[in-house]
């Protein structure tokens, strides 16, 4: 049997706000964290929103801290693909990486990126850099690859 992304089972509607914030808080006063602390985490949580473009959190919210393929609760990233630039969904760090170099057919990676979170919910967010805050689409074809034109100017010259 293949597996897919625990995601594709999740219901589509969308949980209140009051509602995840105060599961949010849960989580984090069961991970030690004190009231003070939680409250920060979930202000860092509404920015990292509002960084890849989701104003609303409604990803992030439709997840509610789960990794959209393991389901796992844990820290989060926001996925991406690096041909569109759109955001896909929230992974946990270890499905993040895992998902980055498993480019394999017919694999639980290979169905999150046919179909990941962002799809489900029909909704197209811009990735956003989140050093530069700028948009991190991909450059148009033909425009110049400076990646190519790295020079290492320590060596320059050395034959």
């Known amino acids: 049997m293949k ?16 509602e995840v914030k105060r599961r949010f808080l849960e989580q984090a006063a069961g991970a030690g964290r004190t ?53 896909r969904g929230w992974l946990c760090h270890s499905c993040n990486i895992t998902e980055g170099t498993n480019q394999e057919p017919d694999t639980i990676f290979a169905r999150y990126r046919e179909r990941p979170p962002a799809a489900i919910l029909g909704i197209a967010i811009r990735y956003l850099n989140p050093v530069t805050g700028e948009d991190a689409t991909p450059p148009p074809a033909g425009a110049t690859n400076w990646a190519d034109k790295w020079v290492d100017a320590a060596s320059e010259g050395i034959l």
Do not use: F, M
């Open 3 to 18: 597996a897919n992304p625990l995601c594709w089972y999740w219901p589509t509607e969308l949980p209140a706000r009051d």
């Open 35 to 87: 009231p003070e602390q939680a409250e920060v985490l979930w202000k860092l949580e509404c920015a990292a929103d509002a960084l890849v473009g989701d104003d609303d959190g409604a990803l992030a919210r439709w997840q509610d801290g789960r990794c959209a393929i393991c389901g796992k609760t844990r820290d989060l990233v926001c996925d991406h693909d690096h041909a569109t630039g759109l955001v």
